[in-house]
């Protein structure tokens, strides 16, 4: 069984930081993808970024030169840096995890930049 957790949410002002993490425990087995995903009100879940055990990472482009992505494989946890908010960057944001063709998400965390 694999569990995903994450935590660092919140509400922010727009132009500040706010860091996630997201901690996966349990039978995970490399290669795999570690990544965040977001869904604001009304829309669809999209793509933040991905990283993957051997460091290569995606980024949607409305992210790219705000947000950083990193992990750490030993302990099997990623961490989203996210700097200059905006309030379009709002919404809830879920750790995935995938490898072999499976697929786990995390319970998902609110992120709120107010204007």
Do not use: H
């Not at 002002?13 to 993808?33: D, K, M, T, V, W």
Request: with cysteine.
């Amino acid at each position: 069984q694999v569990r995903l957790v994450e935590s660092g949410g919140g509400l922010v002002q727009a132009g500040e930081s706010l860091r996630l993490s997201c901690a996966a425990s349990g039978s995970i087995f490399s290669p795999n993808s570690m990544g965040w995903y977001r869904q604001a009100p009304g829309k669809q879940r999209e793509l933040v970024a991905t990283i993957t055990t051997t460091g290569s990472t995606n980024y949607a482009d409305s992210v790219k030169g705000r947000f950083a992505i990193s992990r750490d494989n030993a302990k099997n946890t990623v961490l989203l840096q996210m700097s200059s908010l905006k309030p379009e960057d709002t919404g809830v944001y879920y750790c995935r995890l995938t490898f072999y063709g499976r697929l786990y998400w995390g319970q998902g965390t609110q992120v709120t930049v107010s204007s």
